[in-house]
Nanobody, 127 residues
């Protein structure tokens, strides 16, 4: 059974940091580009960041550039999202997703390109 599980969310003060993890089970992440998405209450799910299968291509939404860093450890079958300088507007449920049909050195942010999704982890930024 293919499964993605996010962890690392929680409550953080503005300016703080969190690291989210996306662990895969039942399949190898080697063959998938991975994306992080988020959905705030009353808003559409939006792409935050993505990373290609070998990590050579990464993309970020303008709202998180310079603050968030995506990385992957294929040996651990896990992708990470390091989030620094958190802002209240980063509050959302964060999801990771796997894109099966992507070239080895490319990732994309549109959520429609992603085949498998985790259940999400809540990130709340508030003082």
């Amino acid at each position: 059974q293919l499964q993605l599980v996010e962890s690392g969310g929680g409550l953080m003060q503005p300016g703080g940091s969190l690291r989210l993890s996306c662990a895969a089970s039942g399949f190898s992440l080697d063959y998938y580009a991975i994306g992080w998405f988020r959905q705030a209450p009353g808003k559409e799910r939006e792409g935050v960041s993505c990373i290609s299968r070998r990590g050579g291509d990464t993309k970020y939404a303008d709202s998180v550039k310079g603050r968030f860093t995506i990385s992957r450890d294929n040996a651990k079958n896990t992708v990470y999202l390091q989030m620094n300088s958190l802002k209240p507007e980063d509050t959302a449920v964060y999801y990771c997703a796997a894109d099966a049909g992507r070239l080895i050195n490319v990732c994309v942010l549109p959520k429609s390109d992603y085949n498998y999704w985790g259940q999400g982890t809540q990130v709340t930024v508030a003082s």
